[in-house]
Each structure stands twice: as C-alpha cells, then as structure tokens.
C-alpha cells in the first residue's frame, strides 16, 4: 500500500463550487450563534450551500476579498466567513480541502489582532483536527489502492465509522 496522499489546506479566498461534505468535530460556538436563531440559520444555510457544491453566498464573504489579503488564510490555511453581513463581528472560521470543510469555531476578529495572524485558534493545536486529516487521507488512499473487493469494502467501513462517528457527535451536541 502507498503512503497516504498529503492533505493540504486550500488557501482559495472562496468556497469552490463543487460538493463537499462539512465536517464539524471539535467545533466551538465563541462567537455564541447557538444563542441567535438568525445567525444559527446562516450557518446552517452555508453549511447546505457547501454540501450541495453552490459555494458561499457573497453576502458571508469580508468586504474587498477579491483584493486584499487575508493573513490567516496565507499563512494558516484558515478562512473566516461573516455570520450577519459582510461588516459583522461574528465570523466562523474553517479549512477548506481539495474534498471537505472543516468547521473551526466562531468567533470575533480576535485571531486577527494576534502576532502571527490566528495564533490562538484553539483548534490549529487540538489533536482531533489533525486526526481527522490523517485518518480521512489513509481511509481515502486505501479505498483507491485497494486490491481486492475485500481490501475496498474494509478501508470504505473505515471511512463509514469516521462518518457515523461525525454524526454521532453533532446529534449529541445539538449541532446539525
């Protein structure tokens, strides 16, 4: 069996538009939407847009995305949207890969203010992000190295576990 592909953060300024199932294990509601049914009923809308592969409606997207850097994306590979508008204080931040988004937390601009840009996002450091990269790429790379039906149909319940898993998790926290 090869080595598992390297998963690379996409430092694209947009969501692509093709389909992408959005992972959220680990997620933190800093920013306190679960409080604001109007802003919990974006989240949940970019969440649908980005699975259905529509991309990211141009109201979440920062006001000049189109012309001016954003730190935290070149370096760290993480993108903020805007929860209530282009010019709101509540943004959720999120890694987008060649084939997933992964939901961070909400928050402020606060991981903006910091010296490198996001220093203290609490997820660049917690062991489940970078699990879950890991295990998604092996599960990925021995579903398309497989070599027999069997070989497939294990590494695809693999895949399927980490899924129900994912699941699990949201329905225990109230998070669709």
Same mark, same amino acid.
């Given at each position: ?131 879950? #990269?890991?295990?998604?790429?092996? =599960? $990925?790379?021995? &579903? +398309?190295?497989? /070599?027999?039906? %069997? ?5 695809? #319940?693999?895949?399927?576990?980490? =899924? $129900?898993?994912? &699941? +699990?998790?949201? /329905?225990?926290? %109230?998070?669709?």
């Amino acid at each position: 069996m090869k080595p598992p592909a390297l998963v690379l953060r996409q430092r694209l300024r947009r969501i692509e538009t093709k389909p992408k199932p959005v992972y959220i294990v680990g997620f933190k509601d800093f920013g306190g939407i679960g409080k604001i049914p109007e802003l919990r009923e974006e989240l949940d809308d970019i969440i649908e847009s980005i699975e259905r592969g529509d991309g990211v409606p141009e109201a979440h997207y920062r006001a000049g995305v189109d012309r001016d850097e954003d730190r935290l994306l070149a370096d760290r590979g993480i993108m903020h949207l805007h929860l209530g508008g282009k010019d709101s204080d509540i943004l959720v931040f999120l890694i987008q890969y060649a084939d997933r988004v992964v939901l961070l937390e909400t928050n402020t601009h606060v991981h903006f203010r910091t010296q490198p840009a996001g220093k203290n996002i609490v997820a660049l450091s917690q062991g489940w992000l970078r699990t879950l #990269e890991n295990d998604m790429a092996v =599960a $990925a790379a021995c &579903a +398309a190295d497989a /070599a027999t039906e %069997g070989e497939r149909t294990a590494a695809e #319940e693999l895949r399927d576990k980490r =899924a $129900a898993s994912i &699941a +699990a998790f949201k /329905a225990k926290s %109230g998070i669709k």
